[in-house]
């Protein structure tokens, strides 16, 4: 595991297989998922998604946080039914935010070290903020991937579908 991994976690692979056809998959969901909205009074345990032709995106309700894990799928003919072929990862503002965050913390610490005299105790904030910046992004990540298993529940009961590849 690297540190871009360590700190965004990774892009979980998870492909499924279903008989339905695409169209029928498309009905599906549509028919399943809530759409996202700004108030929501559902429950948690329910999947809100988008779709977009033969793309889609579902994540878990009950987390208003970006740390939630995104499932990107897209449906492909199989010939005999639908390979769904599909990613976990996190938002892109999400990303953005980590990194920003990541760039201000080592100019902080650029900062510190070209002053003319270094004391120990000016380092010491800036290391305590980046640790704990980690440490709050690792928690939120991984909350966001206990959520992975309700997606993958979701897929393998709305659309008929069982996991043909899957990093998990």
């Not at 809530?34 to 033969?54: Q, S, W, Y």
């Not at 889609?56 to 039914?81: C, D, I, P």
């Not at 997606?151 to 990093?167: G, Y």
Request: charged letters at 20%; a positive charge; glycine letters at 8%.
């Amino acid at each position: 595991m690297n540190i871009k991994e360590f700190v965004l976690g990774k892009k979980t692979k998870c492909s499924f297989f279903t008989d339905l056809t695409i169209i029928q998959c498309i009905e599906q969901l549509d028919r399943s998922i809530i759409k996202p909205k700004l108030f929501r009074t559902t429950f948690e345990g329910r999947i809100e998604g988008k779709i977009k032709k033969d793309t889609f995106t579902l994540w878990a309700v009950g987390q208003r946080n970006s740390w939630m894990s995104l499932y990107h799928g897209k449906f492909e003919n199989s010939g005999r039914g639908t390979q769904i072929i599909g990613y976990f990862d996190v938002h892109l503002f999400t990303k953005m935010v980590v990194l920003g965050g990541i760039i201000l913390i080592l100019l902080a610490i650029i900062n510190i070290l070209m002053q003319p005299e270094l004391h120990l105790d000016d380092l010491l904030l800036p290391v305590f903020v980046g640790i704990f910046f980690i440490a709050v992004s690792r928690i939120g990540i991984w909350a966001g991937e206990q959520k992975q298993k309700d997606i993958i529940s979701f897929i393998e009961n709305n659309l008929k579908a069982k996991r043909t590849n899957s990093s998990l």
